[in-house]
């Protein structure tokens, strides 16, 4: 397997001859998308979402009814191979099994708007690896990786190292974080590396382009 980080929140994992992209959005570079067999976005917020990159690739894409209504508003031609999914709801991608999770985004602040967003469990082989979009909201199973989100304006450092305590995945792989400096990622860093390998579990802050 080959997992890509393609700029904050954005995966590419590639297993089995199959490439599933995840929340390609205002910060992923173009090319992430290239070659996709299917694309999942876990909410509409435009660092996770942006109508060109679907339309970039002809791959079916997966999502929320909330995401799903702003692409048959913004880019119709996409609308057409795009699938509705629910909560709870089990789906094949391109042939790699997932499974939506979840139904909120985290609370930003109480007098902002409230958002759906759907994390996304995604079997791959003998590996489980987990993306919770915004929300800090675990899968409610064990996984192999998790796509921990680093830096948010809805959650606090400490909330964050016991999201990937509570959740237990061995490999923990950064995302979410364009909005730290470089400074401000490594103070983070430390504070996971303070915490995580005293249970066995790994942290792993990828460059853009960068695999794991």
Not at 3 to 22: M, N, P, S, Y
Not at 89 to 118: C, M, R, W, Y
Not at 149 to 176: C, G, M, Q, Y
Request: proline share 7%; hydrophobic share 40%.
């Amino acid at each position: 397997m080959r997992i890509t980080k393609f700029g904050h929140a954005c995966v590419r994992i590639e297993h089995d001859g199959t490439t599933l992209v995840i929340d390609p959005g205002m910060f992923t570079q173009p090319e992430a998308v290239d070659g996709a067999d299917a694309v999942l976005i876990t909410h509409e917020h435009a660092d996770h979402y942006q109508p060109d990159l679907l339309a970039r690739t002809d791959a079916p894409v997966f999502t929320i009814e909330a995401v799903a209504a702003k692409i048959r508003e913004e880019a119709p031609g996409v609308a057409e191979r795009t699938t509705v999914v629910a909560p709870g709801q089990s789906f094949e991608a391109s042939g790699l099994p997932v499974t939506a999770v979840n139904e909120k985004h985290a609370v930003i602040h109480p007098e902002f708007p409230t958002f759906d967003n759907s994390g996304y469990l995604v079997t791959a082989g003998d590996t489980t690896l987990f993306h919770p979009g915004d929300a800090l909201d675990g899968p409610g199973r064990g996984v192999d990786i998790l796509f921990l989100p680093v830096s948010a304006p809805w959650a606090r450092a400490s909330e964050l190292v016991d999201f990937a305590r509570a959740v237990k995945a061995p490999t923990n792989l950064a995302i979410h974080d364009r909005i730290y400096s470089d400074a401000g990622s490594a103070v983070f860093d430390g504070h996971l590396n303070a915490f995580l390998p005293k249970e066995g579990l790994t942290y792993h802050r990828l460059k853009d382009g960068e695999d794991l």
